[in-house]
């Protein structure tokens, strides 16, 4: 029979942390002396009351590690139990709204999707801003430790290749498992830091670059306003540029960097693709946008590199409207969507590695029609890639672009506009963040759609931050038989 205690403890203790850290949001509206600081209150005593008693009432399970379908359950409710907790602050004081889009509002703000439903954002209490970005970074933190420790045992998407970093199992490598958390809780503070610091000398105010250096790192792509990030055009888009590329790279890299290996980021396979891959994406817009007589070339430069990656990495921030650029752009700015940033970062959607997997089945199948008799060996980056590796991602494609369809034909079902709905779905199930249709208000909001079209989203972005087979083979009773 399954045991569920340790899985239960785990999510008791970070529901528990999840309560102790609204105290932030809530001491910063009491010493502006805003009564906000109400809701802040009162969220982090029920959130830490449930936290404590579900860690306190499985905590004979304390030491005991976890097998492989207490892993899927752990990987899965953590985004759906601890969204619930988060949004209580939003239903208690500002923006006092009810529970669906309380809920899609942390949800989006943990999966790092970044799309919102909350209108007047430049009138907010910080505390409630703060909140929105503590959320993303949280959520930006757990998808890099998701995606280098459960997700390569669970053997999902083609993951199982990067098993070979150190994460064969759960119970085998705990030490190892905690020194590279460790290790990546250092780097991701320390980009952070730098994120923040950068933003400040050129030009944000401190509160502004706090809260845009934790949602650039997390590439979640919360603003502090309205205008997202329209409000900061110039340099700072240069900045937001490379904090957003730093952002998609893996960070397993980094570690390896720092542990005296120069060039563990250029080796990487999917690094390069990475780079390559948006400048391609950002040359061509460049130029259909400089044939259209949009502007002068530095102007288009910067814009087009800001709103091309941000795009490209999940962040979606919008400094320019990208949907005004044309027809081919946005075609464009949504393939490099599809794409993802790297796998092990804290990007979004497919990643570059599965494109980089099928890319290479696909040459490989070809070369096998002139040659059926020669047995060749499928390489990534010098490494041999094992069938199942092969097989997972061409699953994890299918599944994609089946969830893609369903999710895009039933927000149209839902109402909304054929643009909107196929918008929707591609932000909702890669984590982007835009949207774009005659429903979506002019700030970015999909605060309009129904409550039906709201929670087809959070469908979406739930299936999508976990890379949907994790979520789907728990409908198995395979699954449940053990």
């Not at 999840?18 to 002396?33: N, R, T």
């Not at 790092?112 to 503590?134: I, K, Q, Y």
């Not at 962040?315 to 796998?343: H, K, N, R």
Request: hydrophobic letters at 55%.
């Amino acid at each position: 029979m399954l045991d569920l205690r340790p899985v239960i403890y785990l999510i008791g203790v970070l529901t528990l942390t999840v309560g102790a850290l609204m105290l932030l949001p809530m001491a910063l509206d009491l010493s502006a002396g805003n009564p906000n600081w109400r809701a802040f209150a009162e969220g982090s005593f029920l959130t830490c009351l449930v936290g404590a008693v579900l860690a306190g009432a499985t905590r004979n399970a304390l030491g005991q590690g976890l097998g492989r379908r207490q892993s899927f359950l752990m990987a899965t409710s953590l985004w759906l139990v601890l969204p619930g907790f988060a949004a209580m602050p939003f239903m208690f004081g500002a923006p006092n709204v009810g529970w669906t889009d309380a809920y899609f509002e942390a949800l989006s703000g943990m999966t790092t999707t970044g799309t919102t439903v909350f209108v007047g954002l430049d009138d907010m209490p910080r505390g409630v801003l703060l909140w929105r970005s503590m959320l993303q970074w949280l959520g930006g933190l757990g998808i890099v430790v998701v995606a280098l420790v459960f997700l390569p045992v669970l053997r999902v998407g083609g993951m199982q290749h990067f098993q070979s970093e150190g994460f064969d199992t759960l119970g085998k490598v705990m030490p190892r498992v905690y020194d590279i958390s460790l290790g990546l809780l250092q780097i991701y503070i320390s980009l952070t830091l730098f994120a923040v610091i950068a933003y400040m000398g050129f030009g944000m105010s401190g509160f502004d670059a706090l809260n845009h250096g934790m949602t650039t790192i997390a590439t979640g792509g919360f603003s502090t306003t309205d205008q997202s990030f329209s409000a900061f055009q110039g340099p700072l888009e240069y900045v937001g540029a490379l904090f957003m590329v730093l952002a998609g790279l893996p960070f397993i890299r980094y570690i390896q960097l720092l542990g005296g290996d120069p060039w563990a980021l250029w080796r990487d396979v999917q690094v390069r693709a990475f780079l390559r891959w948006i400048g391609y994406a950002v040359a061509v817009v460049i130029l259909y946008r400089m044939a259209t007589g949009e502007g002068a070339f530095l102007d288009v430069l910067r814009g087009t590199l800001f709103n091309v990656i941000t795009l490209f990495t999940g962040t979606g921030y919008g400094s320019e409207d990208v949907a005004g650029w044309g027809d081919f752009p946005l075609m464009v700015v949504m393939l490099v969507g599809f794409i993802g940033a790297c796998t092990a970062s804290t990007g979004c959607s497919i990643k570059v590695f599965r494109f980089l997997v099928l890319f290479e089945a696909i040459k490989l199948r070809m070369r096998q029609l002139g040659s059926p008799h020669q047995v060749i060996a499928l390489r990534l980056g010098g490494k041999r890639l094992e069938e199942d590796v092969v097989s997972s991602v061409i699953v994890m494609f299918t599944a994609f672009a089946l969830a893609f369809v369903l999710l895009s034909a039933a927000l149209a079902l839902s109402g909304l506009d054929t643009r909107t709905a196929l918008t929707a779905a591609w932000t909702a199930i890669c984590n982007v963040g835009p949207a774009y249709g005659p429903e979506v208000g002019p700030t970015g909001a999909v605060d309009q759609f129904s409550t039906a079209a709201k929670w087809l989203m959070i469908l979406g972005m739930y299936l999508g931050r976990l890379e949907l087979l994790a979520v789907l083979v728990l409908l198995m009773p395979r699954f449940w038989r053990g």
